[in-house]
Nanobody, 119 residues
């Protein structure tokens, strides 16, 4: 079993910054990557950024140059992923979900953390 615990959401003014954190614990051996998705009201969940265990990073076009994803693995027992969000815009307002995957059919989700950007 894998547990993902997120933190760092909140309310920020447009142009400000937030840093999201997610800790994966449990049976994480062989993890292929971790990432962040978001879902705004009335919209589908979308990829924000992800990083593979080999260090390959992908970003949504809408966040390139503003968001940075990074990860830390601690002795195979825990893995952490961070999302540094700068120059936030009102359209970044959403619930952000941490995701960890081992294959396209084997992945876990966090409970979500709200990010609200006021204009």
């Amino acid at each position: 079993q894998v547990e993902l615990v997120e933190s760092g959401g909140g309310l920020v003014q447009a142009g400000g910054s937030l840093r999201l954190a997610c800790e994966a614990s449990g049976s994480i051996f062989g993890i292929a990557g971790m990432g962040w998705y978001r879902q705004a009201p009335g919209k589908q969940r979308e990829l924000v950024a992800r990083v593979t265990s080999g260090g390959v990073r992908n970003y949504a076009d809408s966040v390139k140059g503003r968001f940075t994803i990074s990860t830390i693995s601690r002795d195979g027992a825990k893995s952490e992923v961070y999302l540094q969000m700068n120059s936030l815009k009102s359209e970044d307002t959403a619930v952000y979900y941490c995701n960890a995957w081992w294959s396209p059919f084997d992945n876990y989700w966090g409970q979500g953390t709200q990010v609200t950007v006021s204009s």
